[in-house]
């Protein structure tokens, strides 16, 4: 492997360029430096072993692993974090961790983008998160609830005399989405559409066949985008694209990265969280008594339901060579933190496997952390305890239907689909 | 609007004034004072916004509001001291017009 230093540039975001970098993916391309000691080829997402429990395979990685290893295989070659503290130290220090080239979907070099503010470094990201945060944080979302808690019980009706319902299609799909279509400032209409296309963004490993659906989805937002800068409206496409830090507009291809990365991290990370949480339930009789009796302690149920069914992965890379827990490593290498590994640490949450709802509140991962932790944090949590609380009052006892066997799909975002259930 | 008063830890003093309602924490990161990162955008899910209120408003704006608030604040880099909070949970209200809060050297 070449040994000349490697420089990660600084992105600008007005001047997007296709990142140098290739990804390594395989055993014929591991660094000289990674100490063979610390090699695994974990095939995560594809393990039958990690798709047959996740979550006990997520917890299990402190005892299997080393704390730092180096994944070798076709998603690419990384190091690997699953300690709480490494997690928090990577997604914190900019100056060492780059998002640049954070995310795997594949652009057009000849007409690049940046995901924005995903793949900018601080402090050029907090002019994009200081045009969306007003939408999202904690107070901004509190104006969804009534919308929340209206859409959650419409959604039982159409199914509760039924006695069953395919949770995913049912519930956990249309109830974010419909709210984030409403928060962008998107049709309702186009729901089944939207999400087709996402999951076939997401579920898909090969760049080949993901070209095609960034194609799709773009175009789309491209006219969305049009639409907005003539019909200005409260939704978020309008606020990006007539927004004006410092009196400056936003560039197109700012504008459209932008809108692009909102809208598929919008769509599928929700859903897959709440089938998680329903699939717990629905086994857990004595659990789901122990929350409805004690209404007033959701948010805690919430925060620790998150901790254990965190659904996602970090990436980052090196822009300066750095030791980190004894293992060197250097500018250029690639790292993804185990986020819903991280959650199980057991220095940070003693027995982690037991779901505790009244842990002390420590800070979880599952909505990653630093800068560029997510911008739907808060909603997301209002729609888990809003789902939580009404579902819980009119359909108390369900569990899953005899007979399905439930599986884990390989994906980047982790939940079990389908997941029939019968009350 | 209330002025509130943010001293660096290198004793740097940064006078903001802030909207009645909004937080202590907001009216840092949307003004520049670099001393509070308030990563989680006020859900009290971090403990990156920590902050000491001066002594002499330690009386109305000095004691943790909520139990998570006082778990979290576990959490701090820096050192925990009696009127530590995290800024995010002090509203601005007409009252608090004045308010000094000291910013700890780290959050993280």
Not at chain 1, 245 to 258: M, Q, R, T
Request: aromatic letters at 10%; hydrophobic letters at 40%.
């Amino acid at each position: 492997m070449a040994t000349a230093p490697i420089v990660i540039p600084e992105n600008d975001p007005r001047n997007p360029v296709p990142f140098p970098l290739p990804r390594l993916a395989g055993p014929d391309q591991v660094p000289d430096h990674v100490p063979e000691a610390l090699i695994r080829s974990t095939n995560m997402l594809f393990n039958p072993e990690f798709l047959a429990d996740p979550y006990a395979y997520f917890s299990g990685m402190h005892e299997k692993l080393p704390p730092i290893y180096y994944d070798v295989g076709r998603m690419g070659n990384a190091w690997n974090l699953t300690k709480h503290e490494d997690a928090f130290f990577a997604l914190r220090h900019g100056e060492y961790f780059s998002s640049a080239s954070s995310t795997p979907f594949p652009r057009d070099p000849s007409d690049y983008f940046y995901f924005l503010p995903i793949e900018i470094d601080p402090p050029m990201h907090r002019k994009y998160r200081a045009i969306v945060d007003p939408l999202v944080n904690p107070q901004a979302v509190l104006k969804w609830e009534e919308r929340i808690r209206k859409l959650s019980n419409d959604l039982i009706d159409a199914v509760i005399a039924k006695g069953e319902c395919e949770f995913t299609e049912d519930f956990a799909r249309p109830l974010p989405v419909c709210v984030f279509l409403d928060l962008m400032g998107l049709p309702q209409d186009m729901r089944d559409q939207f999400v087709t296309w996402v999951v076939q963004l997401l579920k898909n490993f090969d760049p080949a066949q993901m070209i095609p659906t960034m194609k799709i989805i773009g175009d789309y937002l491209k006219s969305a985008i049009e639409d907005k800068r003539k019909n200005p409206d409260e939704g978020m496409i309008s606020r990006i694209v007539h927004a004006a830090p410092n009196g400056e507009p936003l560039s197109d291809k700012e504008i459209f990265g932008f809108v692009f990365f909102v809208f598929i991290a919008g769509i599928d990370t929700v859903y897959a969280t709440l089938n998680n949480i329903w699939y717990w339930l629905a086994r857990n009789p004595d659990r789901r008594h122990e929350m409805m009796a004690d209404p007033d302690n959701i948010n805690a149920q919430v925060e620790e339901l998150l901790r254990v069914f965190s659904v996602t992965f970090s990436g980052r890379i090196l822009k300066q060579d750095l030791e980190l827990r004894g293992v060197q490593m250097k500018a250029g290498d690639r790292l993804t933190s185990i986020l819903p590994a991280c959650n199980y640490d057991p220095e940070v949450f003693p027995e982690p496997r037991k779901i505790d709802f009244h842990r002390p509140r420590k800070p979880i991962l599952a909505f990653a952390g630093g800068v560029h932790s997510c911008m739907g944090a808060h909603l997301a949590r209002l729609e888990i305890k809003i789902g939580l609380q009404e579902w819980l009052k009119r359909i108390p006892e369900f569990s899953v239907k005899p007979g399905a066997e439930i599986k884990y799909p390989p994906s980047a975002v982790v939940g079990p689909e389908p997941l029939p259930l019968v009350w | 609007m209330p002025l509130v008063t943010y001293v660096d830890h290198d004793g740097t003093r940064h006078e903001v004034e802030v909207e009645v309602g909004d937080n202590v924490m907001r009216g840092a990161v949307n003004n520049g004072v670099e001393g509070i990162v308030g990563e989680c955008s006020g859900g009290l899910a971090c403990a990156t916004c920590h902050c000491y209120v001066a002594a002499d408003w330690a009386d109305v704006a000095g004691t943790p509001t909520s139990d998570d608030e006082r778990d979290m604040l576990e959490s701090a880099a820096a050192e925990v001291r009696p009127t530590s909070r995290l800024s995010c949970q002090i509203e601005v209200t007409a009252e608090l017009d004045g308010l000094v809060v000291e910013l700890p050297e780290r959050q993280y």
